[in-house]
Each structure stands twice: as structure tokens, then as C-alpha cells.
């Protein structure tokens, strides 16, 4: 997994270092932080697959890998 901090700090943690304000979303009606975490804990670092996860907040796009989160601007 990416750290030892739940995915939902990871990705809110993400989502603040390229300017976007909490208040600006509503993060737990976008997506099921549970289940997503689920998900990614569920490849593992071992395994072959190559699991992406991708979602947009307004002009933002999160991707999320068994090792990573990442946020970037889309025009």
C-alpha cells in the first residue's frame, strides 16, 4: 500500500498540495473510500497486475496504484 495512512488521507493529502481546498469537494459522495482501499490492498506489491484507479475532482485527476497517489491538472 502507498503508506501507512488510510488511502482516504493519502488521496485528500494529494488533492491539497495542488491547491484544492476540502471545502472545494465532497469526496466521500465521489467515491467509496472503503471499497477503493479494499481494492488496491488486494493486488499487493507481489502480484503482476498492474492496477490503475483513476477518477476526476473538477479539473483534477487522482490515479491511485497499489504503490502511489498521484494527482494531476487536466485542461
Known sequence: ?????????????????QGLDRDEYQLQQ???AEA??????STG?????????????GELRVIVTPSDVAVIKVS
Open 1 to 17: 500500500m502507498v503508506s501507512d495512512r488510510p488511502l482516504l488521507l493519502e488521496i485528500i493529502t494529494a488533492l491539497e498540495e
Open 36 to 41: 477503493l482501499e479494499r481494492l488496491v490492498d
Open 45 to 57: 506489491p507481489q502480484t503482476d497486475t498492474d492496477l490503475e484507479i483513476r477518477f476526476s475532482i
Open 30 to 32: 465521489m467515491i467509496d
